[in-house]
């Protein structure tokens, strides 16, 4: 891997961690769009690869905000419920679409949140 691209794989992953804490989320807005512009890889994998990087920015997310006793933990128990399934759903539709529309659907999706978050 050349030196060139390595520095912004590095530089997109601290952004991606720095708002990751910041906001508590933002990973994938950040991480899918950065790998599909910065390397070779496709949409899915794109998906696929961020879903990994989060995992472990959220681990040490949750640890912190614990520690300082930021996690509602009813609410987010119940939460968590929810998402597992769809988790499960969304991980195995993932691969029956194609890149074309899951590019443009996560485009919009992005828009509509953050228009949501402005007004």
């Known amino acids: 891997m050349k030196k060139n691209i390595l520095f912004r794989l590095i530089l997109l992953g601290f952004f991606a ?9 933002g990973g994938g807005t950040i991480l899918v769009p950065g790998m599909f512009f910065l390397t070779d890889m ?15 920015l959220t681990i040490l997310s949750t640890y912190i905000y614990m520690q300082n006793g930021d996690i509602n933990w009813p609410i987010a128990i119940k ?3 929810g998402s597992v399934i769809g ?9 029956h679409i194609p890149g ?10 992005m828009l509509i949140a953050a228009i949501r978050m402005v007004f």
């Open 100 to 109: 074309k529309i899951l590019r443009k659907s996560f485009a919009l999706f």
């Open 79 to 81: 939460i968590i419920c």
């Open 87 to 95: 988790a499960y759903i969304g991980a195995k539709l993932l691969n």
């Open 17 to 25: 961690g720095l708002v990751n804490g910041l906001f508590g989320s």
């Open 42 to 56: 496709g949409q899915h994998k794109s998906h696929a690869t961020a879903i990994s990087i989060i995992l472990p």
